[in-house]
Structures are given as C-alpha cells and as structure tokens.
C-alpha cells in the first residue's frame, strides 16, 4: 500500500486554488489506488516552530543519546515531521506563490525536516560536496498557484519564481531523487480568460499525471495531455 504525504500551506481555507487542485488530485488518485493511505498535514492550520539558536546548537553539536528533556521536547517537532516524512512514497506538495517563493509555513516546515543526521548527513572528507541525502525512493507532485503568470522557461518573469525551483533545490533532502512533477495555475489575480484556460488545462494536467503515477504503464490514451512539467 502507498502513502501519500499532502502538505498544505495556503493562508486561505476558502477559495484557495491550491486546496481544489489538491482536493482533485486525491480524488481522481483515490478512484484509482483506493487503498492509499493519506496523510494530511495543513501548515497553515498549524505552521511548524522556527529554528532558534538553541535548535541549531543542540542538532550540531549534542549526541542525540545526550539529549537533556528540554532539548527533546525543541525537537520534538522536527521528529515528528520527519517521522512522518520518512514514511511516506509520494510528498504531494500544494502551495501559492507567496512574494515569489513559498509561504512561511512551508519553509519553516523544510527546516525543520532537513536536519543532520537524520535527514542528511555531513562529512568534510567528502571534498566540496559534503553534505548526502539520506531518504531516498520518494515521488514529488508540487500543485502551485501563482496570481501573476509567464514565470515560464524564456517568459519575462523566469527569473522571478523562486517558488518550484527552490523547492527542487531541497527535494533531495526529502528523498526525491528525480525531478519533481509539476502542474500550476497562473493569473489568478487577473480573473481573465488567461486564468479561466490555466485552471482548465490544470485540472486536465492532474488526470493524466495521476493516470501516469498510478499506471505500470504509465499511459494514459484517453484523457489530458499529460503535459504536467517536470522542472
Ligand atoms: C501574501 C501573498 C503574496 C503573494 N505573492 C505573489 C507573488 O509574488 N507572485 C504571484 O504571482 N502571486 C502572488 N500572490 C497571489 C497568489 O499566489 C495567488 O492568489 C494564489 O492563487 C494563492 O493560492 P490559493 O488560491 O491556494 O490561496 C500572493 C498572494 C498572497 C496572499
């Protein structure tokens, strides 16, 4: 059975893009792997701690068998959310574009998660690249929304989105070795026809790829283009 891990992270519980492209998403992957487990976490509802100069001294530089009850219960956040991570085969990431990143709650929860030792480990032995993964075989979907648009490859505001693109950066700590899949709503802000054909074509992008992610195969001849990016 495989479990999926929804992170949820839009300010908004009504009228928010990003929670009906999700709500879409396990609905057309539940019709077909019915037996998935779902795993639901709502960063907004309640957004991880931040890092505090105690967190950071404690995982660099305390043995874990050392660890005194205040420092366990520093952690105990990013235990849990680790736990949940390391459990899990596919990370269904759904978030806005918050000032051309991702919203606070969903960095506060990659730094929690992207911890050494647990997450990676670190070793200057290793040259220049001394810091590894150590999750591995995990899928990533990332369904955004953006309220402007041409963020794409070539489009006047590429240089902008520092939201997929940064999200990709970190991937690896997750456990995604490959590159993650990618659907995405643009103009929200503008209401147009721009916005009406970007929300369609969005949710004709999640048939095919859930069809793609659920299928040995990885067809789908009837519906969709099945052109979800990979970035
Ligand atoms: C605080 C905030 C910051 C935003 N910053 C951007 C931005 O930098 N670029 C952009 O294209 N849209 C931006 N937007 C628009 C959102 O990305 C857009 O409304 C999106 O649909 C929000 O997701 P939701 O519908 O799931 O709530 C911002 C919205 C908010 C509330």
Same mark, same amino acid.
């Given at each position: $059975?495989?479990?999926?891990?929804?992170?949820?992270?839009?300010?908004?519980?009504?009228?928010?893009?990003?929670?009906?492209?999700?709500?879409? &998403?396990?609905?057309?992957?539940?019709?077909?792997?019915?037996?998935?487990?779902?795993?639901?976490?709502?960063?907004? %509802?309640?957004? +991880?701690? &931040? *890092?505090?100069?105690?967190?950071?001294?404690?995982?660099?530089?305390?043995?874990?068998?050392?660890?005194?009850?205040? /420092?366990? !219960?520093?952690?105990?956040?990013?235990?849990?959310?680790?736990?949940?991570?390391?459990?899990?085969?596919?990370?269904? $990431?759904?978030? +806005? $574009? #918050?000032?051309?990143?991702?919203?606070?709650?969903?960095?506060?929860? &990659?730094?929690?998660?992207?911890? *050494?030792?647990?997450?990676?480990?670190?070793?200057?032995?290793?040259?220049? /690249?001394?810091?590894?993964?150590?999750?591995?075989?995990?899928?990533?979907?990332?369904?955004?929304?953006?309220?402007?648009?041409?963020?794409?490859?070539?489009? *006047?505001? !590429?240089? $902008?989105? @520092?939201?997929?693109? =940064?999200?990709?950066?970190?991937? @690896? &700590?997750?456990?995604? !070795?490959?590159? +993650? #899949?990618?659907? @995405?709503?643009?103009? /929200?802000?503008?209401?147009?026809?721009?916005?009406?054909?970007?929300?369609? /074509?969005?949710?004709?992008?999640?048939?095919?790829?859930?069809?793609?992610?659920?299928? +040995? %195969?990885? @067809? %789908?001849?009837?519906?969709?283009?099945? %052109?979800?990016? =990979?970035?």
């Amino acid at each position: $059975m495989k479990t999926i891990l929804e992170l949820q992270c839009s300010a908004r519980k009504t009228r928010s893009i990003t929670r009906e492209l999700s709500a879409f &998403f396990l609905q057309e992957w539940s019709k077909r792997q019915p037996k998935t487990r779902i795993i639901c976490r709502d960063l907004s %509802n309640t957004p +991880p701690p &931040f *890092v505090t100069e105690e967190w950071i001294a404690t995982v660099f530089g305390v043995e874990e068998a050392d660890y005194t009850q205040v /420092q366990k !219960e520093l952690l105990a956040p990013s235990d849990e959310l680790i736990g949940e991570l390391a459990t899990v085969d596919l990370i269904l $990431m759904v978030t +806005p $574009m #918050y000032n051309y990143g991702m919203p606070a709650a969903l960095k506060a929860w &990659f730094d929690q998660v992207i911890r *050494v030792n647990k997450t990676f480990s670190f070793d200057l032995a290793r040259g220049n /690249q001394p810091i590894e993964p150590i999750l591995s075989g995990k899928t990533l979907v990332i369904l955004s929304s953006r309220g402007e648009g041409d963020f794409g490859l070539g489009e *006047v505001n !590429e240089s $902008m989105n @520092h939201l997929e693109t =940064h999200i990709s950066s970190c991937r @690896h &700590f997750l456990g995604v !070795e490959s590159e +993650p #899949y990618l659907v @995405h709503v643009d103009y /929200q802000e503008f209401g147009d026809t721009r916005f009406r054909a970007s929300k369609e /074509q969005a949710f004709r992008d999640i048939e095919a790829l859930v069809f793609q992610l659920t299928d +040995p %195969n990885g @067809h %789908n001849p009837t519906s969709g283009t099945g %052109n979800a990016e =990979h970035i």
